[in-house]
């Protein structure tokens, strides 16, 4: 059973735009850390960007190129891509972390939530983006 489904990809041309957007349902998003993360052919999964109450993680690679977003009262979380490149292509996944005193305390302890992937408990399907040359 899914509970948290990705949509917004597509096709886009190197430089283009794209918005992702993760909808939650059976539970609200408020109460967790959100992430998004990215699975190309022949790659292991990779921590794109997430955001833990006032915290927000991005890898170096989409810095100043992607923007991490959560709106509450449509319990929906986004991913706002620009200045896409061939590089960024790959299946993304948004996925939800519980927020508790004991994952709070790891993730500060990291200093980043994208460090655990696998303490994440929902995933969604994943939705692919491709960014042609």
């Known amino acids: 059973q899914l509970l948290v489904a990705e949509s917004g990809g597509g096709l886009v041309e190197s430089g283009g735009s794209l918005r992702l957007s993760c909808a939650a349902s059976?539970?609200?998003?408020?109460?967790?850390?959100i992430g998004w993360f990215r699975q190309a052919p022949g790659k292991e999964r990779e921590g794109v960007s997430c955001?833990?109450?006032?915290?927000?993680n991005y890898v170096d690679s989409v810095k100043d190129r992607f923007t991490i977003s959560r709106d509450n009262a449509k319990n929906t979380m986004y991913l706002q891509m620009n200045s896409l490149k061939p590089e960024d292509t790959a299946v993304y996944y948004c996925?939800?972390?519980?927020?508790?005193?004991?994952?709070?305390?790891?993730?500060?302890?990291?200093?980043?939530?994208?460090?655990?992937?696998?303490?994440?408990?929902?995933w969604g399907q994943g939705t692919q983006v491709t960014v042609s040359s």
């Open positions: 059976g539970f609200r998003l408020d109460s967790y850390a």
């Open positions: 996925a939800a972390l519980r927020l508790s005193l004991g994952s709070r305390l790891a993730i500060k302890r990291r200093g980043s939530c994208l460090e655990k992937p696998n303490e994440y408990d929902y």
């Open positions: 955001i833990s109450d006032s915290n927000t």
